[in-house]
């Protein structure tokens, strides 16, 4: 019984309100243009959930994100999406993997439930910038080869992805921003899926979904980067 009250006050008002209406409207969204992928409804409300753990630097996000993502590279080979089933197979999975053991190596003051915010230097964003501009090339060739549908989105969604992947295992306010991004262009491509099959459209609205808790995520690890840092100075 203690427990569950810890949970229900776990998350605020608008956290739970966030999270509810994310899970009503892929559900109903599900009902009316599919009823028969059960895949991708599982897919979306793990992500969403994900999300909204996420967005409290809480490690179990991790955990979700990578059941996601196995489930998300299925949905995408269907699609002939041969881009995001490879960025989320081998790549988002096994960078959240490790992300999820950098959160908990991280915790702040003890928190398990909340990982330590950490600021990256202009050394290390040049680097990623780099490592960046490899990756969207070595993939675009790789895409080509593979005859994947949607070529160009699907490259800037593998550059996005990465960006993304990178800065939550570093522990960056800014990989909820890179994933908004790259939820963005997934947004794109899975419109342009429902073209050939409308049963689609609930993907699409999935990631209408993770673009709004995205970027809820970067509102709150801002207020988290700001508030452990004031706690900081305090201490000095």
């Given amino acids: 019984m203690e427990r569950i009250k ?3 006050h776990y998350f605020s008002k608008g956290e739970w309100l966030l999270w509810l209406s994310s899970v009503l409207v892929i559900t109903i969204f599900f009902l009316v243009f599919d009823r028969a992928n059960y895949f991708t409804l599982a897919a ?10 996420n967005a409290k630097g809480n490690p179990f996000g991790q955990v979700l994100m990578i059941i996601f993502s196995l489930l998300y590279g299925y949905i995408s080979y269907t699609f002939t999406y041969y881009g995001e089933m490879i ?3 081998g790549m988002t999975a096994p960078m959240a993997l490790i992300a999820l053991l950098s959160w908990l190596k991280n915790p702040y003051n003890g928190n398990a439930a909340e990982v330590t915010v950490n600021y990256l230097k202009r050394k290390e964003i040049g680097l990623i910038l780099l490592f960046t501009a490899v990756v969207t090339v070595v993939f675009y060739f790789v895409l080509a080869a593979f005859d994947t549908a949607n070529l160009l989105p699907s ?13 939550t295992f570093r ?8 994933y908004a991004s790259n939820d963005v262009i997934l947004i794109i491509l899975w419109i342009s899926a429902t073209m050939t099959d409308r049963s689609y459209i609930s993907v699409a609205v999935c ?3 993770f673009l709004v808790n995205d970027l809820y995520g970067f509102v709150n690890w801002k207020r988290m980067q700001k508030r452990q840092q004031e706690d900081l100075h305090s201490l000095q």
Avoid: D, H, N
């Fill in 44 to 53: 979306s409300l793990l992500g969403a959930t994900s999300l909204i753990f």
């Fill in 171 to 178: 522990r960056s306010a800014y990989f909820a921003l890179a």
């Fill in 87 to 89: 960025t989320y197979l």
């Fill in 207 to 209: 990631f209408v979904i």
């Fill in 6 to 8: 810890t949970m229900l």
């Fill in 155 to 167: 490259t800037v969604s593998v550059t996005t992805s990465f960006i993304a992947a990178y800065l």
